[in-house]
């Protein structure tokens, strides 16, 4: 049983790996700013549960002022947590981002610098008490430059990397980093597209994500395929990403 | 952190694979998506135009991402839901804990609203009634963007009116519910082969009076004394004596690929199909537990098997309910249905018990047939015969299912369609919410005044 510390549990992928996880028995905290949202989650969370009911707090990945007090919140409320899990980060299309500077620069800064220094709070912490995990949810939008990915991509490919600089330090001290890249998955942040070939579905998602954490398997692609798929674009030449559209 | 609901251009499509151009509004807070929206959908498994907008290009509701649990008593089994829950989930989380619906239909691809709003029935119809029986509350969106709870005591006309109302009344946001309290998990079945459709509903009659689960498949293709013949299931929950100890894990599925030929499906294919699958089942009787998702759900373990009917392929389920008192009339509907030539890859027959409160539920004391068949040109001639057989029995046939049926004789069929329109439009005084199918059938303007 674990005891985790969840950022983003209300929607997506995120509601669907916290469900699996408050189905098996882990004892959960759930983060978020939307307070309302967070307790119709909890709710969900605790009827799914063998009994013990889940507690929410207060936190912004905007104001990075708040985090130390929501992790210390978790902490007191689940005895110490053993496991952090953040799925939330913000989206949008290039199009959105290349005309509304500001929201750009909100997105680069939650998704990449307070992600960051979330993880890097969480971290002191659970080295502290020995290791634990810290479960990421990144992108393969980071794994190459591309046209329609231009600054949500990079967001991600900065997140990517100090995920696997954090596993490569500290997994000797016990801390197991698990960098979570989906590909395109049905959710609610992404209906308004149509989608790709190869998209996925959250359980199945959440169901390989949580192997990944019982295993302390650090990188995974979900679903699978998206690890060819991108190895295929990986080594793809630069001439030839500069004609095509993904 | 997208909150709010997105709206996607596209194309709608029904399990019939018939489909619509339609704009679909999707996303995890139901009374967002719900707001101003003339149709609330859930996992489309009706098989014709109930759940396809009403006109061209217009506005769906998806409900599926709106599917979190509010609430639920492991005293009463009382379960309170939002309406994009599916029955799968249920399945899944209160099947371990002895809990599970007291009427299911054929697949577990539905949701809670979808439940509700089709009135669905199953094996269980002459012993626990529809799901209508069963639900103690629905919160709703009514046409004029209030939001109001309705329960069998309170608005009882709309409640009732919902229940069975293919979503024509309001959108259905939550729904609370008795869960029945199993014994085990698992299922204790009996089936056995029988030789004709005559034999088969004396059979269901007598199997109803001791078993609360029974449902026959029948061979659509044999003629004479094997008019009919098929195998009929019968079953209960079994007892914790003769259960496994461990509750049933849901079974991987297999997705069907969109490969296959539209000419697949075949009169000497069917006729192929149907030999092999009574004599599949080629000792006389079996008996013993068996997995529940296989007992009620068979086609489940195979994801898209509308796929069956080819690329661009079409298909209805003919669904009627004849009443009780005249034995011979499933005879003779299924001879003509064979002198039409309407050849069917599945053919299931059930007994129905007493009618449901619902408006419009479809059920009622007698037999119900359903036949699935290919839409193509003779596709309306064979309904509309079937039909005016239905009528001059006294039958009716399932909203859920209906593709084809003409105004005037769905009318004929159903008196109960005026009281329906009446409570309709006391609530919705424009009829702002409907369908493809309430424009086919009851006469709804296509295009928003």
């Given at each position: 049983m674990r005891k985790v510390v969840f950022v983003g549990a209300t929607k997506g992928m995120g509601r669907a790996l916290s469900r699996r996880m408050a189905e098996r028995g882990d004892r959960l905290f759930l983060l978020g700013r939307d307070s309302e949202e967070l307790g119709k989650a909890a709710t969900d969370l605790s009827v799914r549960g063998k009994g013990e009911s889940v507690a929410h707090g207060a936190l912004d990945l905007?104001?990075?002022?708040g985090f130390d007090a929501a992790l210390d919140a978790a902490d007191a409320a689940l005895g110490g947590f053993d496991t952090v899990v953040i799925t939330a980060a913000m989206f949008a299309t290039q199009e959105k981002l290349e005309e509304d500077a500001d929201f750009a620069l909100r997105l680069l800064r939650v998704n990449f610098a307070h992600t960051v220094a979330l993880c890097e709070n969480a971290r002191k912490r659970l080295l502290a008490r020995g290791g634990g995990t810290l479960c990421v949810f990144s992108s393969v939008a980071g794994d190459r430059g591309r046209k329609p990915v231009a600054i949500y991509g990079a967001s991600k490919a900065g997140l990517s990397h100090y995920l696997e600089s954090l596993d490569h330090k500290f997994r000797a001290q016990g801390l197991v980093t698990i960098c979570v890249k989906p590909g395109f998955v049905k959710t609610g942040a992404t209906a308004h597209l149509s989608p790709p070939p190869f998209a996925g579905e959250p359980e199945p998602v959440a169901e390989m994500v949580l192997r990944a954490i019982d295993r302390g398997t650090p990188l995974i692609y979900a679903p699978s395929i998206w690890r060819l798929v991108m190895l295929a674009i990986r080594h793809m030449p630069r001439a030839v990403m500069r004609k095509v559209g993904f | 952190m997208s909150g709010s609901p997105t709206k996607r251009d596209g194309v709608l499509e029904a399990w019939g694979r018939v489909s619509r151009p339609a704009a679909e509004v999707l996303g995890e807070d139901i009374e967002a998506i719900t707001e101003g929206s003339p149709l609330s959908r859930g996992l489309g498994r009706s098989y014709g135009d109930s759940a396809l907008p009403a006109r061209i290009g217009g506005s769906v509701s998806t409900t599926t991402l709106a599917d979190r649990l509010i609430a639920f008593d492991p005293e009463s089994g009382e379960l309170h839901a939002e309406?994009?829950?599916?029955l799968r989930e249920i399945f899944r989380i209160f099947l371990p804990r002895n809990f599970y619906v007291a009427s299911t239909p054929g697949t577990s691809f539905v949701t809670l609203g979808g439940m509700v709003a089709a009135d669905v029935h199953g094996k269980s119809h002459h012993s626990a009634g529809t799901i209508g029986r069963h639900v103690l509350g629905l919160k709703m969106r009514l046409a004029d963007e209030s939001i109001v709870w309705c329960t069998p005591q309170e608005r009882s006309e709309l409640f009732w009116a919902t229940v069975g109302g293919m979503g024509l009344t309001?959108?259905?946001?939550e729904v609370r519910m008795r869960l029945e309290r199993l014994p085990s998990p698992w299922i204790w079945s009996r089936s056995e082969r029988v030789p004709n459709l005559k034999v088969l509903i004396a059979k269901l009659h007598e199997t109803a009076k001791t078993w609360p689960m029974s449902v026959a498949w029948i061979d659509t293709t044999s003629t004479g004394d094997?008019?009919?013949?098929g195998i009929l299931d019968v079953g209960r929950w079994a007892e914790p004596g003769e259960a496994p100890s461990e509750p049933p894990r849901q079974k991987p599925r297999i997705t069907m690929p969109d490969i296959f030929p539209r000419w697949l499906i075949n009169p000497v294919t069917i006729r192929m199909f149907n030999f092999l699958w009574y004599w599949k089942h080629w000792q006389p009787r079996r008996e013993g537990v068996v997995h529940p998702e296989a007992f009620f759900y068979p086609l489940d373990m195979l994801a898209r098997w509308n796929r069956a009917y080819g690329r661009g392929g079409t298909f209805t389920q003919y669904q009627c309910v004849l009443p009780m008192g005249n034995d011979e009339a499933p005879v003779e509907f299924l001879k003509l249905l064979q002198s039409l030539g309407g050849d069917s890859f599945l053919t299931v027959v059930k007994d129905c018990g007493p009618e449901g409160q619902g408006t419009l539920s479809f059920p009622r004391e007698g037999i119900s047939l359903a036949t699935d068949l290919r839409l193509g040109p003779k596709t309306q001639g064979i309904v509309d015969a079937l039909n005016a057989f239905v009528i001059a029995e006294g039958g009716r046939i399932y909203l859920a299912k209906d593709m084809l049926t003409r105004p005037a004789d769905y009318a004929a069929m159903d008196p109960r369609v005026e009281q329906f329109m009446n409570v309709r439009r006391r609530f919705d005084p424009e009829l702002r919410l409907r369908s493809a199918q309430s424009v086919r059938l009851f006469g709804d303007p296509p295009e928003v005044s």
């Amino acid at each position: 049983m674990r005891k985790v510390v969840f950022v983003g549990a209300t929607k997506g992928m995120g509601r669907a790996l916290s469900r699996r996880m408050a189905e098996r028995g882990d004892r959960l905290f759930l983060l978020g700013r939307d307070s309302e949202e967070l307790g119709k989650a909890a709710t969900d969370l605790s009827v799914r549960g063998k009994g013990e009911s889940v507690a929410h707090g207060a936190l912004d990945l905007e104001s990075p002022d708040g985090f130390d007090a929501a992790l210390d919140a978790a902490d007191a409320a689940l005895g110490g947590f053993d496991t952090v899990v953040i799925t939330a980060a913000m989206f949008a299309t290039q199009e959105k981002l290349e005309e509304d500077a500001d929201f750009a620069l909100r997105l680069l800064r939650v998704n990449f610098a307070h992600t960051v220094a979330l993880c890097e709070n969480a971290r002191k912490r659970l080295l502290a008490r020995g290791g634990g995990t810290l479960c990421v949810f990144s992108s393969v939008a980071g794994d190459r430059g591309r046209k329609p990915v231009a600054i949500y991509g990079a967001s991600k490919a900065g997140l990517s990397h100090y995920l696997e600089s954090l596993d490569h330090k500290f997994r000797a001290q016990g801390l197991v980093t698990i960098c979570v890249k989906p590909g395109f998955v049905k959710t609610g942040a992404t209906a308004h597209l149509s989608p790709p070939p190869f998209a996925g579905e959250p359980e199945p998602v959440a169901e390989m994500v949580l192997r990944a954490i019982d295993r302390g398997t650090p990188l995974i692609y979900a679903p699978s395929i998206w690890r060819l798929v991108m190895l295929a674009i990986r080594h793809m030449p630069r001439a030839v990403m500069r004609k095509v559209g993904f | 952190m997208s909150g709010s609901p997105t709206k996607r251009d596209g194309v709608l499509e029904a399990w019939g694979r018939v489909s619509r151009p339609a704009a679909e509004v999707l996303g995890e807070d139901i009374e967002a998506i719900t707001e101003g929206s003339p149709l609330s959908r859930g996992l489309g498994r009706s098989y014709g135009d109930s759940a396809l907008p009403a006109r061209i290009g217009g506005s769906v509701s998806t409900t599926t991402l709106a599917d979190r649990l509010i609430a639920f008593d492991p005293e009463s089994g009382e379960l309170h839901a939002e309406a994009g829950l599916s029955l799968r989930e249920i399945f899944r989380i209160f099947l371990p804990r002895n809990f599970y619906v007291a009427s299911t239909p054929g697949t577990s691809f539905v949701t809670l609203g979808g439940m509700v709003a089709a009135d669905v029935h199953g094996k269980s119809h002459h012993s626990a009634g529809t799901i209508g029986r069963h639900v103690l509350g629905l919160k709703m969106r009514l046409a004029d963007e209030s939001i109001v709870w309705c329960t069998p005591q309170e608005r009882s006309e709309l409640f009732w009116a919902t229940v069975g109302g293919m979503g024509l009344t309001g959108h259905i946001l939550e729904v609370r519910m008795r869960l029945e309290r199993l014994p085990s998990p698992w299922i204790w079945s009996r089936s056995e082969r029988v030789p004709n459709l005559k034999v088969l509903i004396a059979k269901l009659h007598e199997t109803a009076k001791t078993w609360p689960m029974s449902v026959a498949w029948i061979d659509t293709t044999s003629t004479g004394d094997k008019l009919g013949r098929g195998i009929l299931d019968v079953g209960r929950w079994a007892e914790p004596g003769e259960a496994p100890s461990e509750p049933p894990r849901q079974k991987p599925r297999i997705t069907m690929p969109d490969i296959f030929p539209r000419w697949l499906i075949n009169p000497v294919t069917i006729r192929m199909f149907n030999f092999l699958w009574y004599w599949k089942h080629w000792q006389p009787r079996r008996e013993g537990v068996v997995h529940p998702e296989a007992f009620f759900y068979p086609l489940d373990m195979l994801a898209r098997w509308n796929r069956a009917y080819g690329r661009g392929g079409t298909f209805t389920q003919y669904q009627c309910v004849l009443p009780m008192g005249n034995d011979e009339a499933p005879v003779e509907f299924l001879k003509l249905l064979q002198s039409l030539g309407g050849d069917s890859f599945l053919t299931v027959v059930k007994d129905c018990g007493p009618e449901g409160q619902g408006t419009l539920s479809f059920p009622r004391e007698g037999i119900s047939l359903a036949t699935d068949l290919r839409l193509g040109p003779k596709t309306q001639g064979i309904v509309d015969a079937l039909n005016a057989f239905v009528i001059a029995e006294g039958g009716r046939i399932y909203l859920a299912k209906d593709m084809l049926t003409r105004p005037a004789d769905y009318a004929a069929m159903d008196p109960r369609v005026e009281q329906f329109m009446n409570v309709r439009r006391r609530f919705d005084p424009e009829l702002r919410l409907r369908s493809a199918q309430s424009v086919r059938l009851f006469g709804d303007p296509p295009e928003v005044s």
